[in-house]
């Protein structure tokens, strides 16, 4: 490629970002990520496909007030470049908007093979935004690069909170009667839709196209599966097991291909962020290891429209927390505990909770309870919390309080 194919490229890119920045946006809780690009840095904002990434990005440069180049490198012009064509890119860059241009933003820059080496360079005077959605991105070369000097956060789709402001509910905080039942009504509907925003816009089949692009250009193509079909199996019957154990061997019969081809493909999905494996807790790391893993799905739109079984209550309740928890704690230290006689949904290490998800509407079962106590015994939590869906008290056992929360004010205020 040489230059002035990069820089018809960069100035037709320019033109839809000017477009983009003149809209409105859902405001992201996503903290003070801003604070990452006060120094020369790179910021990676990773997730899944269609979650906001690039909007997250724009959002950002449009708050600081600053002059930004833009490159999205999941255009079609772009697709087989080289590293020796991004020597071209960056100089049609500066041509286009101007040499004194300190940030800089790339999206899914990793489709670009060596990208790693050519970010690391522009760091020392640039402050960049990377996004990507291969998990594994930091993990080569740039990490070897940067070491110590990139930051990096995990974005989902909508949250329920960021759900409820897409759909200008502005209840964050529910007291009356009318409010909260206004919430409850929302939850029901984003329980089912889920919270990618271009679904929302344009429709819940929509979900299935992110579904497919997903499968294919961030597994299939990445990994050079040839296997389609069987992969395709597989894929939705591992979706058909959220908020449940799973044994990766096994699946490996069902869909007659061995047990290192499951592996890979598994690998695929979670890294690409489709799918996330919580371990169960041990106190030996090679428990951790050989313990089957729970499966949770990134979004529950995806439960509804691909999961092959009858839609579970109880366990797309618990598939949200499970999100919520992953988003809140950028995937660190969460697990779920189980005993002989016993099991809790989740112990969040980070935070001290021990979690337990229950459809209950009127009453919570003694084995839930019970269930925390035992596990108790193995991590002291500091705090006890029952999830309900509409179930709201305190209660004390062995002198230690246990709460329930009902899930539209867990989704909320916890």
């Known amino acids: 490629m040489n230059v002035e194919e990069a820089k018809r490229i960069v100035a037709d890119q320019k033109e839809l970002v000017e477009e983009k920045l003149s809209q409105n946006y859902i405001k992201r809780d996503v903290g003070d990520v801003e604070r990452f690009l006060r120094i020369p840095n790179v910021l990676a904002i990773l997730g899944v496909r269609r979650s906001g990434k690039s909007t997250l990005s724009l959002m950002l440069m449009k708050e600081l007030k600053v002059k930004f180049a833009y ?11 080289t590293t020796e064509d991004l020597r071209n890119i960056e100089q049609a860059i500066y041509e286009v908007y101007g040499n004194d241009v300190i940030y800089l933003v790339f999206d899914e820059i990793h489709n670009v093979k060596g990208w790693e080496l050519f970010i690391s360079r522009l760091r020392e005077s640039k ?3 990377i996004t990507g959605s291969n ?3 930091l993990s080569g070369e740039l990490a070897t690069a940067l070491t110590g000097r990139h930051s990096d956060i995990v974005l989902f789709p909508f949250s329920f909170r960021e759900y409820l402001r897409f759909r200008n509910i502005n209840v964050e905080n529910p007291i009356s009667t009318r409010d909260v039942v206004t919430v409850k009504v929302a939850l029901e509907k984003y329980l089912e839709e889920g919270g990618f925003p271009e679904a929302l816009i344009i429709g819940k089949d929509q979900v299935d196209v992110i579904y497919n692009d997903i499968l294919f250009k961030d597994v299939v193509f990445r990994y050079k599966i040839r296997e389609m079909g069987k992969f395709k199996e597989f894929s939705r019957s591992i979706i058909s097991y959220y908020s449940s154990e799973v044994s990766l061997s096994k699946l490996a019969k069902v869909v007659n291909v061995d047990k290192k081809t499951i592996d890979l493909w ?7 962020y489709l799918i996330y494996f919580i371990p169960r807790y041990g106190e030996k790391l090679k428990e951790r290891l050989t313990f089957n893993k729970k499966v949770y799905v990134v979004d529950p739109g995806v439960v509804s429209r691909i999961a092959l079984r009858a839609r579970d209550k109880g366990r797309v309740i618990e598939n949200v927390v499970a999100i919520k928890l992953l988003r809140e704690n950028q995937l660190k230290g969460l697990y779920y505990i189980k005993g002989k006689d016993f099991e809790v949904d989740f112990y969040d290490e980070l935070n001290s909770r021990l979690i337990q998800v229950t459809y209950a509407v009127d009453k919570v079962e003694e084995r839930e309870i019970k269930g925390l106590m035992k596990a108790n015994e193995l991590v002291k939590a500091r705090e006890l919390i029952v999830v309900t869906y509409d179930i709201e008290g305190k209660e004390e056992r062995e002198g230690k309080e246990i709460k329930f929360i009902p899930l539209y004010k867990f989704l909320l205020k916890y």
């Open 71 to 81: 490159l999205n490198f999941d255009d079609e012009s772009l697709f087989g470049i």
């Open 127 to 129: 402050r960049i935004i």
């Open 135 to 137: 998990s594994k991105m």
């Open 266 to 272: 598994a690998f695929g999905l979670e890294n690409s």
